[in-house]
């Protein structure tokens, strides 16, 4: 990744001042953001529009997603530099990198085994370290490492998945497209109390659907 010395790329720049712009106030992820080539996540057919703000395909029928969501699904998480993070639907790895140096450890799962290669040899060459995939269904969680102190959704659940939910640290924070229509699906988040969970609404959002079972051919 760029230090602070090296020169930015003038797209991405462009697309942070836009995400500044509009609602976007979290100066770690807005640098975390301005730092990262999407172009590296993008396919070649769509690599002219890898820095606008758009959700763009990236094949089996799934998107890496806009980077306006992305910016706020991360700033929603509040993350420290002790978090522990579970993503599910690594797709691309856009997202997984942009939490990456925002916590301690991340966890994703992707569903899809030709993506989850593909993002696996992304992590490798951005040398972030502190990320550990596993492919499979993310429906179920990951049980072997929670609970989790932040959890990240990044496809539409038809509603909150209870499964997750008891995998959150007792004041973990958890984001989550909510709605089984693409056309109407909220961004929710849920922070995990001693006897129950508060939910928050954070607006409109539009995601591939939350699918159980894995798929392994490539
Ligand atoms: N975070 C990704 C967004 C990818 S789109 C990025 O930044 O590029 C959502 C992803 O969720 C897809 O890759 C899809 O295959 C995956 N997905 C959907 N349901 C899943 C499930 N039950 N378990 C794991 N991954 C799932």
């Not at 508060?198 to 392994?216: A, K, Y």
Request: a negative charge; hydrophobic letters at 40%; one cysteine or more.
């Amino acid at each position: 990744m760029n230090g602070d010395d090296q020169p930015r790329d003038p797209r991405a720049m462009q697309l942070v001042l836009e995400l500044l712009q509009n609602g976007i106030t979290d100066e770690k992820v807005v640098k975390v953001m301005e730092s990262l080539p999407r172009d590296l996540f993008v396919p070649q057919t769509f690599q002219k529009s890898a820095y606008e703000n758009l959700a763009l395909p990236i094949g089996y029928h799934q998107t890496i997603s806009q980077p306006h969501v992305v910016a706020l699904m991360t700033q929603s998480l509040e993350l420290t530099d002790r978090s522990k993070v579970l993503e599910i639907g690594t797709g691309s790895g856009y997202q997984a990198a942009v939490l990456s140096p925002l916590c301690r450890r991340l966890y994703t799962i992707e569903r899809h085994k030709g993506l989850l290669v593909e993002a696996e040899k992304r992590f490798a060459s951005l040398r972030l370290h502190n990320i550990t995939t596993k492919f499979g269904d993310g429906s179920k969680g990951w049980v072997e490492q929670a609970p989790f102190d932040r959890i990240i959704v990044t496809a539409a659940a038809i509603d909150i998945p209870p499964v997750l939910v008891d995998q959150l640290s007792i004041g973990g924070i958890m984001v989550v497209p909510v709605g089984d229509d693409q056309h109407d699906q909220r961004l929710v988040k849920v922070v995990r109390t001693e006897n129950g969970s508060e939910i928050s609404d954070l607006g409109w959002v539009r995601f591939v659907p939350f699918v159980q079972g894995e798929v392994s051919d490539h």
